[in-house]
T-cell receptor
């Protein structure tokens, strides 16, 4: 029972273009969503988050969009840079459990 | 300020051996977590703690035990290692459930 799904295992984009990473969830109790970036041989690092009371949160080149009716969130990176090449995990939690549920990850490759 | 540190970084065990993984954080966070990451599975929560002296089971707790005797430390124990426990283990901490979790660099464990 995969409550958080990232259906694209990999994504390749050209430097300077937009990267869009997608994530779907099934549990309507989730009210807090996060994106993490992970480089090889390192721990995940927090990127950006959004609570269910918002539909958009922006931080520099990174924007997260939340569509609650579709149970879908996406991460936009504009413009993409080679240093953005990493595995991106989305995660979700609900206030009554406090536990994060992670998606399987999407490997982003940004080509120079 | 080291953030979240994990000891050891690598370990090879034989089936049936025991070991303890140590996680330490210097951010005065109340919440601490242990995850395992397996290919194609994302990160799965093993156990977590909401404060000193407390522990709770996560998604995949079987075969593991934990202790949180001090606020800054969270120990993960394997009493009798099995090949299925070969994985990369990550520790994380957060200020509260709705705050981002900060991860350590990981421990790569191989059980032969």
């Amino acid at each position: 029972d995969q409550q958080v799904k990232q259906n694209s295992p990999s994504l390749s984009v050209q430097e300077g273009r937009i990267s869009i990473l997608n994530c779907d969830y099934t549990n309507s109790m989730f009210d807090y969503f996060l994106w993490y970036k992970k480089y090889p041989a390192e721990g995940p690092t927090f990127l950006i988050s959004i609570s269910s009371i918002k539909d958009k949160n922006e931080d520099g080149r990174f924007t997260v969009f939340l569509n609650k009716s579709a149970k879908h969130l996406s991460l936009h990176i504009v413009p993409s840079q080679p240093g953005d090449s990493a595995v991106y995990f989305c995660a979700a939690s609900s206030s009554n459990t406090g536990k994060l549920i992670f998606g399987q990850g999407t490997t982003l490759q940004v080509k120079p | 300020n080291a953030g979240v540190t994990q000891t050891p970084k690598f370990r090879v065990l034989k089936t049936g051996q025991s070991m303890t993984l140590l996680c330490a954080q210097d951010m005065n966070h109340e919440y601490m977590y242990w995850y395992r990451q397996d290919p194609g599975m994302g990160l799965r929560l093993i156990h977590y703690s909401v404060g000193e002296g407390t522990t709770a089971k996560g998604e995949v707790p079987d075969g593991y035990n934990v202790s949180r005797l001090k606020k800054q430390n969270f120990l993960l124990g394997l009493e009798s290692a099995a090949p299925s426990q070969t994985s990369v283990y990550f520790c994380a901490s957060s200020k509260d459930w709705a705050w981002a979790q900060y991860f350590g660099p990981g421990t790569r464990l191989t059980v032969l």
